[in-house]
Structures are given as C-alpha cells and as structure tokens.
C-alpha cells in the first residue's frame, strides 16, 4: 500500500492525475451524467491540484488537466453531436470549443480554490469554499451559455437522495451537494495520504485564528453529517402519483401527445391535415393534445390564423397544443423574411386561441440562423372542466355554480427548460405545462427529458413533453412520475390526478431564485463564528467509560450472610 500511495502521489503524479481526471471526466461529461462521476472527478482535481497548482510547473499540470477533460467531453459527447449540424466538421469544432471553454472553467475554479481557500482563517470555510464557487460556476454558466444548464457539469437524474431538495433550492443545491462530496473524499484521500486532511483544504491556519474555528478533522466530520442528513428525507417521503378516479380532492387529467408515424400517412413531411385527422382520433379520450415542436409550417400571421381556426373547427372536445413555425415580418429589424417557432392553445372557446408562445432559446447555429426568437415571457391561461359523466356536478364542486374546476395551463417550447429561470416572471404556479420538442438523438433527447424533469420538480407541477425527433422520448414529468412513457413516434393518451383545489402557491425555489440559494450558499462559507461555539467533545463517546457500565461487579470474597 505504502508503494501504491508513493507511485500515486509521488513518483508520477502527473500521470496519474492526468489519467484519472480522463477516465472519470470521460462519465461525468456524458449527456445523461449521474452525481458519482462528477463527485470522482472533481475529487481527483481537489487532490492533486493542491501538489500541482502551487508548484513551478502549475500552468503545464492545468494545461494537461484542461486537454484531458476536453478531449474526454468530445469522446463522451461526439455520437449525438455529430449530426447536431448539416455539417460534421462544423460539428465537431463547435463541441471542440465548448468542451475546452467548460474544462478551462473548470480547472479554473480549482485553482482559485488552491490559491485562495488556504487563506481563510477556519477549518470549516476552507472546506466549503469550493462547494460554494462549484455551485456559483454554473449558476452564471446556466445564464450566459447559449444551451443553459446543458452546459453545466451538474446531475439532473430523478429520485436521487437529495431530489426532495428541487423545490427549496433548484439547480445550484444539486452543484453544492456534489462539490461537498467531493471535498469530503478528498479529506478521506488526504489522510490516508499524509495521514490528515489534505493541506489544500486544512492548511493550518494562524495560531491568533486557532481557538475560535472548528478544526479540520470537526469540520469535515459536520460536512459528512450534514450531506447525510440531507439525504434523510428521500428516504422517509413519499412521491407517488395521485389516483386518476374523480374524488372531491382529486381531478382527473387526460393528456396526450400526437406523434402520427409516418407509415400511417405514406410520407414523411406530415401536414396540417395529417395531424388534424391524428387528433380527431384521440379527441374523445384526451382533454389536452399537444402536437410536437414545429409540427407544421405557416407561411405568414394570415395563414396560421386560418390554420388554427381549422384545427379548432376540427378537432372538438380537446384543447389542442398547435406548435409551428411561422413567416412573419420582424418588426426590431425590418426584415420580412424571419420565421419563428411557437405554440398556440386552440379550444372551442370564442377567444381562441387562449395562449400564443414564441421560442425563447434557439439552439446555437441549427436554429439561431435561421429563426427569430422571442423575448416575451410565457403566460397562464386557465381552462374549466365540467363533471365527469359518472358523477354528480354537485359532487365535482359542492361551492355551486358554474360547476367547473379550473386547471391553469401555461408552455414553452424544447431547449427553453434548460434554462431554470423560465418561468420566474410568473406570479403563480401552473398545474400543467406544455412542452413540445424536437430532438435529433436519444441521447439528446434523454438530456433533454432530465431538464424537463427537474424543471417540473422545481415548479412542483406538471410537464407534457412530446418530442418528434427521430428517437425522442416523451411522458408526463413531475407529479410523481419520473420516467418517459416512450421513445420514438406513434400517439399515445395517459390520465393524470391533480390535487384539487390545485396549490397555486410558488414554491420556494420559483419564488425565490436560484441566486437567493446562492446567497444562502455563501453565507454558509462565512458562518465559522457560529459554527465555532460547536462543542464536539459533547459528542464523543469515551469507551473506557462504556466498558466500566457494561463490566460485571467483581465478585466480593468471603461470605456475604
């Protein structure tokens, strides 16, 4: 073992750390990542960046690392990328340059963490020094990259032991529970290194600090603690769906996506027509029908009006989710050629349509070229569904007249949920979201479902998303369901429960932001002074004490009567 730790650490780090840093980088930069990949690599860079970046060869070590993990994120991405663009060189060079811009963040931030976080006074703000700028690097990364959070080396997998946590603290909790991870194996690895924690994050601090700080080996057992107990109620709350059967505190929802197989109708550019003789078919069972992104194609504002009016003289009896893209003339720039995708809410309603919504995210290059994007916020609409035929309009709202529960409906479209500030401009949370989508690859398309998941367990609500993509999965995401219903084409309907009356409330993350859990994030950094009144002798547990409780009483000599 002795050998191992000195060929490890010693004799070749460079090799090692390279190594490593390919093989772990190589799974944590899948499109589908999980936590334990990013948790190894980010571990690997916190041990070996403490020898690496303060010797005289720093910037050759972190021109190493940065190669290594950018050519791992163009091995791990390449297939789905590949075909992102008409071209495959143009493809490839693109992923080229943002897998070494995120790698060169990345290293970044580990040296800033080597270089600075020895200087803070305690213990305890020294370990959650890099948790809290892990967590602020793809806070800022999710508002300046063109594709949001699908830039960020963060785990997006659902019922996860920290998944309770989505709600009250989004995206940058996820990054600080990994980057806290991280730093408590990277303890582990330091002791059994050099037999205490790793200097590079237990530098002995000065003697005038020593006795108001937690020390190293404290600090690092209260992050263990903590990580633990916010892994606690996973475990003990459930997230199931509700019942589908009409109740007084339930609503039964159909749903459905209309994905018609191009074998049915014998071409493969489907038209408007197609699709509306697809949603006829599923009228009678589905309250909402969502068609996928882009489904058809207007030549001008005149041509979609008539086309929604047909879909809405059509299809009857469904609220109808019509994606398209449009020709319009722009009126910022002058220009009569733009075109734009969006989705309107057509329903049988006079004002129809009740929702028009334009693409805010466009994907870089593909679409950015090609297609405007809009800049207005989507909005809440609100639909009234009567009884079910099985139950008494009395019994469905005992309140009285008009005898409907309403359902608040909002959408978005595709790349727009990898951006978690999607809906903070609204005041109110919705019950459903519609999503349509059009992937290119599964493996996008996966990547894609997760941020729609996450999304919804933000929100606390639900997302219909219906991607039309070749291999696009789509499902019902939030409310207790966390996996797709299907991959690839062909229309299906699903009936959901929603809890009524429908919570309207926000949840804390949508009301408060992810900056606000960033705020809380670093004030955690800084609060030694308190954590420093922590007596863990308290905790300890003395074995001779133990051993004397449990001993048997000698046994007295002589006769006792």
Not at 367 to 394: G, R, W, Y
């Amino acid at each position: 073992m002795h050998n191992l730790r000195d060929a490890v650490f010693h004799h070749h780090p460079q090799f090692y750390s390279t190594m490593f840093t390919f093989g772990f980088s190589f799974l944590a930069l899948r499109p589908t990542a999980s936590s334990v990949p990013i948790v190894l690599t980010l571990t690997t860079l916190l041990v070996y960046g403490h020898r690496q970046f303060r010797s005289q060869h720093a910037f050759k070590d972190a021109t190493m690392l940065i190669t290594a993990i950018t050519f791992a994120g163009v091995l791990a991405r390449a297939s789905p990328s590949v075909n992102a663009l008409s071209s495959v060189g143009v493809s490839v060079i693109v992923l080229f340059i943002l897998a070494l811009i995120t790698s060169t963040l990345t290293i970044s931030i580990v040296y800033i963490n080597t270089r600075l976080g020895s200087h803070f006074p305690g213990a305890w703000s020294r370990l959650t020094f890099f948790p809290a700028l892990w967590a602020t690097l793809w806070f800022g990364v999710s508002y300046i990259s063109p594709v949001g959070r699908l830039s960020a080396w963060s785990p997006t997998e659902g019922g996860s032991f920290y998944g309770w946590m989505a709600p009250f603290f989004g995206p940058v909790g996820n990054d600080w529970v990994v980057a806290a991870w991280a730093v408590v194996l990277a303890q582990a690895i330091g002791a059994w290194y050099i037999g205490e924690g790793i200097p590079q994050i237990a530098t002995t601090a000065p003697a005038t600090f020593q006795t108001s700080h937690l020390s190293s080996r404290n600090s690092s057992l209260l992050l263990t603690v903590i990580l633990l107990v916010l892994g606690i109620p996973s475990l003990l709350l459930s997230n199931f769906p509700l019942a589908v059967v009409a109740g007084p505190d339930i609503t039964p929802l159909s749903m459905g996506c209309v994905l018609p197989p191009y074998r049915r109708y014998k071409h493969h550019t489907l038209t408007l027509d197609d699709y509306i003789e697809e949603s006829k078919k599923l009228t009678s069972s589905a309250r909402f029908l969502l068609w996928p992104e882009g489904a058809v194609t207007f030549k001008s504002e005149t041509d979609l009006a008539e086309g929604l009016a047909q879909v809405q003289d059509n299809v009857t009896g469904s609220v109808v989710g019509v994606s398209f893209e449009e020709d319009f003339g722009d009126p910022t720039s002058g220009a009569s050629g733009s075109r734009r995708t969006g989705i309107a809410l057509v329903s049988q309603a006079p004002t129809s349509p009740e929702l028009v919504y334009y693409k805010r995210h466009l994907v870089p290059i593909a679409e950015s070229f090609s297609l405007s994007h809009s800049q207005l916020p989507p909005n809440v609409t609100t639909f009234h569904l009567t009884a079910p035929k099985d139950m008494k309009k009395i019994d469905w709202v005992p309140d009285g007249p008009p005898y409907t529960r309403p359902i608040s409906v909002t959408a978005s479209i595709c790349l727009d949920f990898a951006f978690p500030s999607l809906f903070a401009e609204l005041q109110s949370k919705p019950a459903l979201i519609l999503a349509p989508a059009r992937t290119w690859d599964i493996a996008v398309g996966h990547a894609m479902w997760q941020q729609v998941s996450q999304r919804a367990e933000e929100l606390g609500t639900m997302i219909l998303w219906c991607d039309g993509g070749d291999g696009g999965v789509s499902g019902i995401a939030g409310g207790g369901f966390k996996d797709f219903i299907q991959v690839g084409l062909g229309s299906w309907v699903k009936t959901v429960g929603i809890s009524y009356p429908f919570n309207e409330r926000r949840t804390v993350n949508h009301w408060g932001g992810d900056l606000a859990c960033l705020i809380l994030v670093w004030l955690s950094v800084f609060g030694t002074k308190f954590l420093g009144r922590i007596h863990f002798d308290v905790f300890r547990l003395d074995v001779h004490k133990l051993r004397n409780i449990f001993r048997k009483p000698p046994v007295p000599e002589g006769n006792l009567i």
